[in-house]
């Protein structure tokens, strides 16, 4: 089945600081978004993004689908973008359509 | 709003006792499915639907059953919960062939004791 692999697995910032989240994954998918998982469980859809480039506020994503992977960036981040980040990909395995998800980014953001 | 309505929220349970987490959709998604996460396994798949009384095994399915009656609804039944179900279950929905991305439900973290 499709691998998604993430990096990094953790990071620290001090607020206001930007970064760039990865994934890659192994093979052709119909389906690429990336959620933000808060402290209290919730997963956020953040991106549904199969390829091209979206921003949302200080997000941004880029998928270069031909080259399998997706970026993540968040600028000037603050203490509640803090949480675990998934990518998650989608395509047809088995029969069954669904989603495959990363192990995740955990991100730390102190004030 | 469109969004998917998953309840409880938190359960804890006891061994045996038979529990149905409620799923529900407002946007007439045809496929449905199920998730638990679990520490250090990730987000996996329990069972799908994709349509109305059509369902199938995911990566997970031991112990659980689901059904779909009508195609806003998708519930998933533990007959005889056991501590090893313990978890972050999801409910998630979409069009067929995920156009447009799948939408979470909030969470249901249950507790087998």
């Known amino acids: 089945g499709i691998q998604v692999e993430q990096s990094p697995p953790d990071l620290i910032l001090q607020e206001g600081a930007n970064s760039t989240l990865r994934c890659n994954f192994s093979?052709?998918?119909?389906?690429l978004q990336w959620f933000h998982q808060n402290p209290w469980g919730q997963l956020i859809n953040l991106f549904y993004?199969?390829?091209g480039t979206k921003q949302n506020g200080r997000l941004s994503a880029t998928t270069v689908a031909t080259e399998r992977y997706s970026l993540l960036y968040i600028s000037s981040s603050q203490t509640t973008d803090s949480g675990v980040y998934f990518c998650?990909?989608?395509?047809?395995?088995?029969?069954?359509?669904?989603?495959?998800f990363g192990k995740g980014t955990k991100l730390t953001v102190n004030p | 709003e469109a969004q998917v309505t998953q309840n409880p929220r938190y359960l804890i349970t006891v061994t045996g006792k038979k529990l149905t987490v409620t799923c529900s959709q407002n946007m007439n998604h045809e496929y449905m499915s199920w998730y638990r996460q679990d520490p250090g396994l990730g987000l996996r798949q329990i069972y799908y639907?994709?349509?109305?009384?059509?369902?199938d095994k995911g990566d997970v399915p031991e112990g659980y059953k689901v059904s779909r009656k009508e195609k806003r609804n998708f519930p998933l039944i533990l007959e005889s919960p056991s501590p090893n179900q313990t978890s972050l279950y999801f409910c998630a929905s979409s069009t067929r062939q995920g156009l447009y991305g799948y939408t979470f439900g909030s969470g249901t973290r249950l507790t087998v004791v």
């Open positions: 093979d052709s998918v119909n389906n």
């Open positions: 993004i199969p390829s």
């Open positions: 639907s994709m349509n109305v009384e059509v369902t």
């Open positions: 998650a990909v989608g395509g047809r395995q088995g029969g069954s359509e669904k989603l495959v």
